[in-house]
């Protein structure tokens, strides 16, 4: 499996397995991941589903 990768700064985990800080968003489709400070900082469009290309 490989490293959690953060979708915004790129950030790659320390660990194969996702972070419990780290936030999980489905765009597209898709599983994108956040790190948590990404995470922090984009949290209200992350709830809100908005997809990445209206950050
Ligand atoms: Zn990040």
Not at 4 to 14: I, V
Not at 15 to 33: C, F, H, N, Y
């Amino acid at each position: 499996m490989a490293r959690a990768t953060c979708a915004l700064c790129g950030r790659q985990a320390d660990t194969e397995d996702t972070p419990l800080t780290w936030a999980t968003s489905v765009e597209g489709g898709r599983k994108l991941l956040y790190c948590d400070s990404c995470a922090r900082e984009n949290v209200r469009g992350i709830e809100g589903k908005l997809d990445a290309v209206y950050w």
